[in-house]
């Protein structure tokens, strides 16, 4: 999956340093990342004075900043780097794009409205005013892998983009359990019920800024699909044999369901 990257190891805790004209910058519009050929530009190649200490991979230090235009660099989508780039470029880019977008959407104050300063010494937004702290998001999700005998349940996406097979999935809600949710998504997407709910895996999402959580489970029941109009175009039993084995060796979904494929839950 897109996070592991051995012997390479992502170095997260936040700390105050200044920056390099040779450390990296990841510079983002809409959904993509700055890049010439696989690579980042280096503050070196920018013109702006403000850049954001983000994290470190190896000795390898990046930042983000105010996105400008540099000559020979073009935007790249990030979805296109979950196969396009080695694993670490990709790991960078969408880990870097959780923090940028945190970072985006917090200048200001929720409460007394006055401008965030970044703490010195940890990775949180504090206010000058009343004090308030505000620190990265992390948004909870399961990913479904609901096995009746030799089929997996599997669905497309309402209104996307995004058209290949993909499991049952959904946001924890607040006040609930992780294989609640499990249970709740299942029934609300498909009308199915589920039993001998078993967690798998998890997963850093930074596109989605999730953290993604895998479980397989069994059918309990009637297997008469009622299917959620709004959220999936599809949701059908696949067997092992007809299972896909996409390309894409970034995500939980596609080892989930290579897993039922090749190994069998």
Known sequence: MIQEIYPSKLINTYYDRAW???????LYRDSGVLMRGDRFPVIGECTGTRFTYLFSID???????????????AVRPLAELRTGVDRVTAFAAMTGSHLFRW??????????????????????LECPQC?????????????VGVV??????????????YTRYALIAGYVEIGE??????????????????????????QPWGMSGSLLIGYFCELDGDDTITLDHT??????????????????HSSLTA????????AGQ
């Open 20 to 26: 390099t004209d040779a450390d990296t910058v990841l």
């Open 59 to 73: 000795d390898v230090h990046y930042y983000t900043g105010e996105y400008e235009e540099i000559e020979g660099f």
């Open 103 to 124: 970072y985006d959407s917090h200048r200001y104050c929720g409460h007394c409205c006055t401008e965030l300063v970044h703490s010195r010494t940890e990775r949180v």
């Open 131 to 143: 004090h308030a702290h505000y620190y990265p998001q992390i948004s909870p999700a399961v990913i």
């Open 148 to 161: 009746n005998g030799n089929k997996m349940l599997v669905s497309q996406y309402a209104g996307r983009e």
């Open 177 to 202: 359990t992780a294989e609640e949710a499990v249970q709740r998504e299942v029934r609300e997407e498909t009308g199915l019920r589920v039993r001998n709910i078993r967690y798998y895996k998890n």
């Open 231 to 248: 959220e999936l175009s599809l949701a059908t039993w696949m067997s092992r044999e007809n299972m896909p084995d996409y390309e894409d």
């Open 255 to 262: 080892e989930m369901m290579r897993v039922f494929k090749y």
